[in-house]
C-alpha cells in the first residue's frame, strides 16, 4: 500500500519560514517524480514546486521563485519543501504528491497520482 504524509505546517507571521517535509512509502521513491501544491477553499489546486526523480531539475512557480526551494532526499524517502518570506497570500492546504511526468515549465495537478492528506499553512499579516 503506497502512502504519502505530509508534515510541517504551522501558522506563524508574514516573514516568517516553515519547512515541510513529505514521506512516501510502498512504492520506489527514488525513482518518481514529486511535487508540492496547494489549495485554497473554491480554487483549484495549483502546483507550487516540483522536482524531478533524481532531485536535480525543478519547476518553481513564479509566485514563490526566490522563496521557496524544493528537494528530495532519495536515501530519506522524503521530499521538502523550504518556505521563507512567507506572505499571507501563501495560506492554504499544501499536498505532496508522486508525479506521473515532470518538466521544469510546468506542473499541473492531473500529473499527480499519489497523494497526502495536506498539511496547513496559515500567514497571518
Known amino acids: 500500500e503506497v502512502q504519502v504524509v505530509e508534515s510541517g505546517g504551522d501558522s506563524v507571521q508574514e516573514g516568517g519560514s516553515l519547512r515541510l517535509s513529505c514521506t512516501a512509502s510502498?512504492?520506489?521513491?527514488?525513482?518518481?517524480?514529486m511535487g508540492w501544491f496547494r489549495q485554497v477553499p473554491g480554487k483549484e489546486r495549483e502546483g507550487v514546486a516540483c522536482i524531478n526523480a533524481a532531485g536535480r531539475f525543478q519547476y518553481t512557480e513564479d509566485s514563490v521563485k526566490g522563496r521557496f526551494n524544493i528537494s528530495k532526499d532519495n536515501d530519506k524517502n522524503t521530499l521538502y519543501l523550504q518556505m521563507n518570506s512567507l506572505k499571507p497570500e501563501d495560506t492554504a492546504m499544501y499536498y505532496c504528491?508522486?508525479?506521473?511526468?515532470?518538466?521544469?515549465?510546468?506542473?499541473?495537478?492531473?500529473?499527480?497520482?499519489?497523494w497526502g492528506q495536506g498539511t496547513q499553512v496559515t500567514v497571518s499579516s
Open positions: 504528491a508522486t508525479l506521473k511526468a515532470f518538466t521544469s515549465r510546468t506542473c499541473p495537478s492531473t500529473w499527480g497520482t499519489y
Open positions: 510502498g512504492l520506489p521513491f527514488a525513482v518518481h517524480a
